[in-house]
């Protein structure tokens, strides 16, 4: 954002890898031995300067996603997936686009093609008991691995990982999950974690305390910058109720050993409702984040759950620092709603973030998502408006999205 807020200097630098692990839940979209999307994303953008119609501030591109894993003799499989996109041609209106999965960044010097493709995974898995292993290259769901997770825009992997992870679910109502990770891989491109990789422990339970999901997730990243090293720590407690209330707490620490670089803690709270037998619900989310340096995220999209928008509004699932690189505290509110209408259900977000002396922002975003026969499809308009360094500036984006799973 050229007139207001930006990555700190840590988040900008450091990119590293992250994703959700299974058993937790399944890394393909389906889950059979094989599996597959098509679909295509259309967005249009504007702000104070580009219009819509500029055709660097649009993007169209139709996405396929293959995939298959298969169990073998003696507890062992194998999985892969592939990925490619295309603008079809329609240069007009894409010259300058956002590929699905956020492949092809926009900007002139993104040094990314319109039509390509990936293998996005290509793992061994094996099973003995209440264990299971996979290595390779793979996706990390959000679940167990919030600081670093495979999130999926257009079906296709923003970041997959390639490394080991292991887990258990010998304990009653519980998973155990250690992993290693070596490089995070956009686009067939592997980028190095530190010199020694990602290591991480977690845990999820929902036995211990009633109707509560508790979960903790423990990052160690040495030799990251030098002898350097990053530390994470992610924990939270989310409660559901016969009555319809829902009730969720969020802590996150991100710290380490990086010259000049402070400690980050992050904090997030929510209360919900659901009503009408469960066809409505609302929620209300309460975040703050310190003037801490060290990033929320080691992949495309925020776990924090204080980000806003999906991620639209500036800051509020990272740090960021103001224009004259000076860390800004964050205080965000979030008010969020959906209701089944029709043949889909309607959805609304309303967000505020404060920016400490610097200013402040609001934004809000509304959309129906909906299914016909096997076709999920999605219309979506977001909205910002930013209050910063004396200046006053927006930006809107309107997204039509549809996919066909097979």
């Known amino acids: 954002m050229k007139k207001g807020l930006l990555l700190s200097v840590v988040a900008s630098t450091i990119i590293f890898a992250g994703g959700d692990i299974a058993p937790v839940e399944p890394a393909a979209p389906a889950s059979s031995d094989f599996w597959g999307q098509i679909g295509f994303e259309y967005q249009a953008q504007s702000n104070d300067e580009q219009n819509w ?30 990925a490619g996109w295309t603008n079809l041609g329609i240069n007009h209106i894409a010259a300058n686009p956002a590929v699905a999965g956020g492949k092809l960044i926009t900007g002139a010097n993104s040094g990314t093609k319109l039509n390509d493709g990936e293998l996005s995974q290509l793992y061994l898995t094996y099973t003995s008991g209440n264990t299971a292993v996979k290595i390779g290259r793979q996706a990390l769901p959000k679940a167990v691995s919030p600081w670093a997770w495979s999130y999926r825009s257009a079906g296709v992997l923003d970041d997959s990982f390639e490394g080991i992870v292991v887990a258990n679910t010998s304990l009653p109502g519980t998973t155990l999950v250690g992993a290693w990770v070596k490089n995070t891989t956009r686009n067939n491109k592997a980028i190095r974690i530190g010199r020694s990789g990602l290591f991480m422990l977690a845990a999820i339970n929902k036995s211990w305390v009633p109707n509560t999901t508790l979960s903790m997730s423990a990052y160690y990243v040495p030799k990251v910058d030098g002898s350097k090293n990053m530390y994470s720590v992610w924990t939270s407690a989310e409660s559901k109720f016969d009555n319809g209330v829902s009730t969720g707490l969020q802590l996150v620490y991100a710290g380490g050993t990086v010259t000049g670089a402070k400690t980050t803690w992050a904090e997030a709270a929510y209360i919900g409702k659901s009503f009408n037998e469960g066809n409505g619900n609302v929620k209300l989310t309460l975040a703050h984040i310190n003037k801490g340096d060290y990033p929320l995220k080691l992949s495309t999209k925020s776990a924090f759950w204080g980000d806003a928008l999906g991620g639209f509004l500036k800051g509020s699932g ?64 977001r909205y910002a408006n930013y209050r910063v360094n004396s200046a006053n500036f927006k930006e809107q984006r309107v997204r039509v999205e549809a996919y066909y799973k097979f």
């Open 53 to 82: 119609g500029d055709p660097d501030n649009n993007s169209f591109s139709v996405a396929v996603v293959l995939g298959v894993e298969k169990q073998l003799d003696y507890g062992f499989g194998v999985g892969a997936e592939v």
């Open 318 to 381: 990272d740090v960021i620092t103001d224009t004259n690189g000076n860390l800004v505290t964050q205080n965000i509110v979030r008010l969020n709603a959906d209701y089944k209408a029709g043949i889909g259900t309607a959805y609304g977000e309303l967000a505020y973030a404060k920016y400490g002396s610097f200013g402040h922002s609001w934004g809000t975003r509304l959309g129906y998502k909906f299914k016909i026969g096997s076709v999920d499809a999605n219309v979506e308009y």
